[in-house]
């Protein structure tokens, strides 16, 4: 990895963990939005898979850090944000190839969502269970806002990332 690389990762995971906590929208009982999936997404779209992955990876284990969160959810969160980047970049191999933006967009939101549910709702759900020791039904149930609300936040970053991409790339790799 180029020293130039590595610069735009850290500059992800701080942009990351600088959205997470200071732009807290709240929307469900002890729930924020995470604005940090912004960032994870523009990276997944502009760049390549595995530095949005690294992104979510990191920037969640910093904010929990930071933010005073500590071990609570961190684990299956951080693990959940690499599958998330895993299922959403490698379906970006092909959305991209449609010359169609809307429709990349909205064939996107449907991978994001499903890479979230994947990411949230299974794997921190499973992860979550075994460290807190509660049942999966429990944890699954539990995740159900957190899996929304990171959707949400996706699905709605799309439209910046097409918006950002051009300038982005240019930037990154002139």
């Given at each position: ?37 912004v960032v994870m997404t523009a990276y997944i779209w502009c760049f390549r898979w595995y530095e949005g992955a690294v992104i979510g990876f990191l920037g ?43 429709l990349q967009v909205a064939a996107t939101a449907v991978v994001a969502v499903a890479a979230t549910f994947a990411g949230i709702e299974i794997v921190k ?50």
């Open positions: 990895m180029k020293t130039k690389d590595i610069t735009f990762l850290a500059i992800g995971i701080a942009l990351f963990v600088a959205l997470s906590m200071c732009l807290r929208v709240p929307v469900f009982e002890n729930y924020y939005l995470c604005l940090g999936y969640v284990i910093l904010y929990c850090i930071i933010g005073g969160l500590g071990f609570n959810g961190m684990p299956g969160w951080a693990v959940g944000n690499i599958v998330i980047g895993l299922i959403l970049g490698a379906a970006l191999k092909y959305i991209q190839r449609i010359k169609n933006k809307t759900s499973l992860i979550d269970s075994f460290v807190v020791g509660q049942p999966f039904v429990v944890r699954f149930a539990k995740n159900m806002t957190s899996f929304v609300a990171d959707a949400f936040v996706i699905v709605i970053s799309l439209p910046v990332c097409v918006l950002i991409e051009k300038p982005a790339r240019s930037l990154r790799y002139r």
